[in-house]
């Protein structure tokens, strides 16, 4: 195994990601690591109608419509007092 995928492997199993790109820079007897982690796929979770969910796809006629009858609040332009 070569330096470069040693430094690689190292930083992977301790911070639990996939690492994107990684620079190596000798300086004297040290070496600094410059890495960017792959990008992580995000999912929104939603608390909707006392339901945690990032999907609605699988809601039966009866739960859509009472998300969509829902009333949203704006906070917006609320001021302080």
Do not use: Q
């Not at 620079?23 to 007897?29: A, F, N, P």
């Not at 006629?61 to 001021?79: C, I, P, Q, S, Y």
Request: avoid cysteine; hydrophobic fraction near 30%; glycine fraction near 6%.
């Amino acid at each position: 195994m070569t330096e470069y995928e040693t430094y690689k492997k190292y930083l992977e199993d301790k911070h639990g990601r996939k690492i994107d790109t990684l620079e190596m820079e000798l300086d004297g007897e040290y070496v600094n690591l410059k890495y960017k982690f792959e990008k992580v796929p995000f999912n929104r979770i939603r608390r909707i109608t006392g339901y945690l969910t990032g999907d609605t796809s699988s809601w039966n006629n009866a739960k859509m419509a009472e998300l969509n009858d829902r009333v949203t609040h704006d906070f917006g332009t609320m001021e302080k007092i």
